[in-house]
């Protein structure tokens, strides 16, 4: 997850980034089966996101507060906690909203 986000931090706020960010999942989810939960929750997240806005006009303030979002949602992540830590995060991401 520290790759993502840093990858991520160093991206445009556009729904390219979204769709890149979601490939960047499905790679990591097969190479690294122990978060593959985490990776599918993210990807849907993500997803609804960019189903949202493609071929509609994206505002920028929405644009910026989804990518804001989403970065400080990976940073919270600890993909190397105990049980209870992943739960909880798990949970966050099933319960984000990245744009409302």
């Known amino acids: 997850m520290n790759d993502l ?15 890149t960010f ?3 999942l ?6 690294d089966p122990a978060q593959r ?13 960019v189903e949202a806005f493609d071929e ?8 910026d507060r989804a990518y804001r979002r989403l ?12 049980a209870d830590r992943r739960l909880a995060d798990i949970n966050r991401v099933a319960t984000c909203d990245l744009w409302r």
């Not at 509609?56 to 644009?63: H, I, K, Q, R, S």
């Open 26 to 31: 499905e790679t990591l989810g097969r190479d």
């Open 71 to 82: 970065l400080t949602l990976l940073d919270s992540l600890d993909p190397h906690g105990n």
């Open 56 to 63: 509609a006009p994206l505002p920028v303030d929405v644009a």
């Open 5 to 19: 986000h840093a990858w991520l931090s160093q991206q445009h706020h556009g729904l390219r980034t979204f769709q």
């Open 37 to 49: 939960g985490l990776c599918r929750l993210l990807s849907g997240l993500v997803g609804t996101y």
């Open 22 to 24: 979601q490939q960047k």
